[in-house]
Each structure stands twice: as C-alpha cells, then as structure tokens.
C-alpha cells in the first residue's frame, strides 16, 4: 500500500525510572527496537518515511545499526520524565517540515516498548485512517469490567466506584466489554496532532489488540513477561514467516 504520506516516528528516549536503559536493551535475540523495525517492514506499507526520534547517542547508534533513520539527536528538554509525547511528535513532523520539505498528511507514532505489535496491525491501521472519514486510530486493549467494578482508591485505599450500580455484574461474560489505550498504535492526520496537540481527537476509530500484542514493557516484571512471551512463541516473529526471514538482518 503507498504510504507516501505517512511520517511513522519511533521515540526512544535513554533515561526511564521503571526500568533503566529499556531501549537500548536486547529482546531475546534482537535489540528491543529491532521488533517494530522488522513490523514495520512486514507491513507492507511503501513508500513511507520512517524516523528514530531519541537523546541518546547510544541508541541512535543501535538504530543506525539496524537500519533506522536516526536524522537528529532529540532535544534534551523533550527527554525528561515529564516530557510531552505530543511535543515530540511535532517536533518530528517540524524537522521534516524544514530539512526535507516534507508535509506528511499522517503521522504515526510506533513506541518500542510494545514489541509484540505484528506487522498487520500496522497497515491495519493506516488503512483505517486513510479510508474512513476518522481523525485517529488507537490501538486498545478489552478491559471485562463495567465502571461499577473500577475503582478510585484515596490515601488510606478506601474505594469508590467509577460509577454507582444496583446490581454489580462481575462475570466476564455478561459485561458489555469497555476498553483502554494500550501506548501499541497512535496513528493520526497531522493537522490535527498539531492543532489539538492531542492523540484521543473525538472523532477517533479503535484498533482492538490482545494481550500479548497489547503487551507494553515499563519495568522489569514487563520485561521479564516480554521474555516468556519470546521464549514461548507466543509471539508475531515466531508466527510470521516474513518474520523469520528478518531474524538475522542485523
């Protein structure tokens, strides 16, 4: 499919408190940023401009080394722990605006951390944005719970419910499923990006993923899911033989 009016940015920034050095660590047999790398490649998108956007020369080095477009070092005031994933983004879609005269219609932004997104997902996506009357797509996850079996907790972890219910239905089966962003897919039209300065426009389509590929890696217990999840298959490079093909394209 053409995608010469996608921009897809993959942010990797060097410092995270939950688990130190993340980006720059080894999934299995691959570096961690190689997994949406390859996605990327399987997905069939062509003719698509792709950018590592991080501080950190180190991971610049490793994208560079697995052949991703690392064309800047990310300001420092937009790699801190409060740092605006927004912000970032345009600050993609500014560069490429004022080094490559490039004015992409879409932007994607494809996070490290949710190694297990398959290629599918991606084209999948795109497809949904561009041929709908939509302003986003947002990867999610089901959550099989109703707003009267979420709660608020305070200070002493008293809890209140999202919303008051007579009869509280807790059987998976007999709730209407509701779900959540999973930080896998933000795909967007970049007028609106930068003009709301937001990922969740109201007019947005979701894009359903399961467990696994929901998967998102923020601390070591993640990490160490990440690797059963690796060792046991349960996995897109192991059920995809395109995939395999990639496994030694270093």
Same mark, same amino acid.
């Given at each position: 499919?053409?995608?010469?009016?996608?921009?897809?940015?993959?942010?990797?920034?060097?410092?995270?408190?939950?688990?130190?050095?993340?980006?720059?660590?080894?999934?299995?047999?691959?570096?961690?940023?190689?997994?949406?790398?390859?996605?990327?490649?399987?997905?069939?998108?062509?003719?698509?401009?792709? @950018? !590592?956007?991080?501080? +950190?020369?180190? =991971?610049?080095?490793?994208? &560079?080394?697995?052949?991703?477009?690392? %064309?800047?070092? $990310?300001?420092?005031?937009?790699?801190?722990?409060?740092?605006?994933?927004?912000?970032?983004?345009?600050?993609?879609?500014?560069?490429?605006?004022?080094?490559?005269?490039?004015?992409?219609?879409?932007?994607?932004?494809?996070?490290?951390?949710?190694?297990?997104?398959?290629?599918?997902? @991606? !084209?999948?996506?795109? +497809?949904?944005? =561009?041929?709908?009357?939509? &302003?986003?797509?947002?990867?999610?996850? %089901?959550?099989? $719970?109703?707003?009267?079996?979420?709660?608020?907790?305070?200070?002493?972890?008293?809890?209140?419910?999202?919303?008051?219910?007579?009869?509280?239905?807790?059987?998976?089966?007999?709730?209407?499923?509701?779900?959540?962003?999973?930080?896998?897919?933000?795909?967007?039209?970049?007028?609106?990006?930068?003009?709301?300065?937001?990922?969740?426009?109201?007019?947005?389509?979701?894009?359903?993923?399961?467990?696994?590929?929901?998967?998102?890696?923020?601390?070591?217990?993640?990490?160490?899911?990440?690797?059963?999840?690796?060792?046991?298959?349960?996995?897109?490079?192991?059920?995809?033989?395109?995939?395999?093909?990639?496994?030694?394209?270093?």
């Amino acid at each position: 499919m053409d995608a010469s009016q996608l921009l897809i940015v993959i942010p990797a920034r060097g410092g995270s408190k939950g688990l130190p050095g993340k980006n720059a660590r080894i999934l299995g047999s691959y570096p961690l940023l190689k997994w949406t790398a390859d996605a990327i490649t399987l997905s069939g998108l062509e003719n698509h401009q792709c @950018i !590592l956007s991080t501080d +950190s020369e180190e =991971i610049a080095a490793i994208g &560079d080394g697995i052949g991703l477009d690392v %064309p800047f070092i $990310r300001p420092t005031e937009l790699a801190t722990d409060t740092a605006n994933a927004v912000d970032t983004i345009n600050h993609a879609l500014d560069w490429v605006k004022n080094n490559r005269d490039f004015h992409p219609d879409y932007l994607m932004m494809l996070q490290p951390t949710s190694p297990f997104r398959p290629p599918h997902i @991606i !084209l999948d996506a795109f +497809s949904l944005l =561009i041929e709908n009357e939509i &302003d986003a797509v947002i990867g999610v996850q %089901p959550v099989h $719970r109703t707003l009267g079996t979420l709660f608020y907790a305070d200070k002493k972890n008293n809890i209140t419910p999202l919303e008051q219910q007579t009869n509280v239905c807790t059987r998976r089966q007999d709730v209407r499923t509701i779900y959540t962003p999973n930080g896998a897919m933000y795909g967007i039209k970049s007028n609106i990006v930068k003009s709301q300065k937001t990922f969740f426009p109201q007019n947005s389509k979701a894009i359903i993923m399961d467990q696994i590929q929901s998967h998102d890696i923020d601390d070591l217990v993640d990490w160490s899911i990440a690797n059963a999840y690796v060792n046991s298959g349960l996995n897109w490079r192991s059920k995809n033989t395109g995939g395999s093909q990639l496994n030694h394209a270093q």
